[in-house]
């Protein structure tokens, strides 16, 4: 099973000069290098994902950082599942903290959204994960039971589920991270939640990451010695020599 890195670019590359420059220096820090066992998924704010289509190579994969759950019609501003495949999206990242947190949504969106990314041919990355001061139990129990509530046991292979604790993203200034023994907690609740509904057998083919502050510096003991199958990358996937260095020690673990 190949190992994840996904870069969650967020709201950034804010116009077309600094989108170029990461093009550049993307490919300075790729050349030559190859990931075998690790697929690298790159999500770039909308606006950027044709020219990220056009400029990729094979070694990279592309994904949204967000969609609606309809296909098309009168829903302004929005961004379909359809589109994002049409642009070369092969993923997409669904119920990040931020927009639970920002733009209201909620696990009965999240849902609707999970639901149509796997009926259009996306892979869904879920995120969840607990606030600060929050029961880690109660809180994943509730996000992984709403959000992938109506999703087939044929359907389920195709979530990757990212066990992203809101208080340890870089953006919220953690004074700590978890401990590689808390991220192999949130795994197992993950994992036991999965057998229950689905059954051992095909719980085991769902891939689960972690995000929260991943850097060079932290990936073994976050990512790797917690037995998690990749890693969701924000603040450092804006420098494409972090970010590939992270994708190297995952890949050769
Ligand atoms: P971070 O972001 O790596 O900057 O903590 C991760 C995320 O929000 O997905």
Redesign the pocket.
């Known amino acids: 099973m190949k190992k994840l890195i996904i870069a ?1 670019l ?1 709201m950034n590359l804010i116009n077309l000069q600094e989108r170029e420059r990461y093009f550049k220096l993307f490919e300075k820090e790729l050349a030559g290098k190859t990931f075998p066992n690790t697929e690298i998924i790159l999500c770039p704010p909308f606006v950027h994902l044709e020219a990220f289509k056009k400029w990729k190579n094979k070694k990279i994969k592309l994904g949204g950082l967000n969609m609606f759950p309809e296909t098309r019609g009168s829903y302004t501003g929005e961004i379909s599942p359809v589109m994002l495949k049409s642009l070369g999206c092969e993923y997409v ?1 669904l119920g ?3 927009r639970r947190r920002y733009l209201s949504e909620n696990n009965h969106e999240i849902n609707l959204k999970v639901i149509s990314a796997l009926k259009n041919g996306l892979t869904p990355i879920l ?1 969840v994960g607990e606030n600060k001061g929050q029961e880690i139990i109660t809180v994943m129990q509730e996000q992984l039971r709403a959000c992938l509530a109506g999703v087939s046991r044929v359907k389920i292979e195709n979530v990757i589920i ?1 066990y ?1 604790p809101v208080w ?4 919220n200034n953690p004074d700590h991270l978890p401990t590689t023994n808390e991220i192999m907690s949130a795994r197992l609740l993950i994992r036991k939640f999965l057998v229950e509904k689905f059954g051992v057998k095909i719980a085991e083919k769902v891939k689960i990451i972690y ?4 850097a060079p510096a932290n990936v073994v003991e976050t990512c790797i010695d917690s037995d998690m199958d990749g890693a ?6 804006l420098t494409p020599y972090s970010f590939l260095k992270i994708a190297q020690i995952i890949d050769k673990s």
């Open positions: 969650n967020k990242i990040h903290s931020e995120c990212c992203e340890a993203i870089s953006s995000g929260g502050s991943v969701l990358v924000g603040k450092e996937s």
